[in-house]
């Protein structure tokens, strides 16, 4: 089966401008997260859908992060207006529902870097 | 979830087994232990999990403690390909926000020709 798919794998912005990012997970897969990296760090969750609707936000920092996932299949995450500690990796998991054996399963991430 | 404590490095000599130890004192009854490493550029990758009994897929084998307390990641024949940061994660079965997984810093495991 094809993976999760992230785009766009690398983005370079100044600090104040807004960026995307898109997260197509694995077909079939219900429950979708974003996690932010930050360089010598384990991932950090944002936020975790389940279809078409948030199960968790409460990490994700509002005031300028957003992201929403429709019809319950891609997602999108957007940074406005970004800061320079927003300089990251963000990545992308999927897992499906009612698994005994849960694993989730990640994109390739893409690294942002806010100049 | 269950905090974990990791060594933040270690060295395997390639071909040698790799042991990688995780401490989880208070991880509760029902809490599970999954391991996922992460290769440089990429997204973690799951391993293995267990909950009390040993487990072994074709990746590597989960030893866990009688107490629970602590557990051993073992990679039976270590590769220059299993250079990676190894994160060990305890969390409660799969249910709503449970299958989060809560990261820490991980075991950076450098294998050596």
């Known amino acids: 089966e094809a993976g999760v798919a992230q785009s766009p794998r690398y983005k370079i912005i100044e600090k104040r401008q807004s960026v995307a990012f898109w997260c197509n997970p694995i077909s079939g897969h219900a429950t979708l997260y974003w996690y932010q990296q930050i360089l010598g760090q384990g991932p950090k969750l944002l936020i975790q859908f389940q279809n078409n609707g948030v199960v968790d936000d409460s990490q994700l920092p509002k005031d300028r992060f957003s992201a929403e996932r429709l019809k319950g299949v891609d997602s999108t995450l957007k940074i406005q207006p970004a800061k320079l500690e927003d300089s990251a990796v963000y990545l992308c998991?999927?897992?499906?529902?009612?698994?005994?054996?849960?694993?989730?399963?990640f994109g390739p991430g893409t690294r942002l870097t806010v100049t | 979830d269950a905090k974990t404590t990791q060594p933040p490095s270690m060295d395997c000599a390639e071909g040698r087994a790799a042991n990688l130890p995780c401490n989880h004192s208070t991880i509760s009854g029902n809490e599970y232990v999954y391991w996922y490493r992460q290769i440089h550029s990429q997204g973690p990758q799951y391993i293995i999990h267990g909950l009390k009994n040993n487990e072994t897929n074709e990746m590597a084998s989960l030893i866990i403690t009688e107490d629970r307390k602590s557990s051993t990641l073992i990679l039976p024949h270590a590769t220059l390909r299993d250079t990676a940061v190894y994160y060990c994660i305890v969390r409660l079965p799969n249910s709503g926000s449970a299958r989060q997984l809560t990261f820490g810093s991980g075991t950076q495991l450098t294998v050596l020709p």
């Open positions: 998991a999927s897992s499906r529902d009612r698994e005994i054996r849960y694993e989730q399963y």
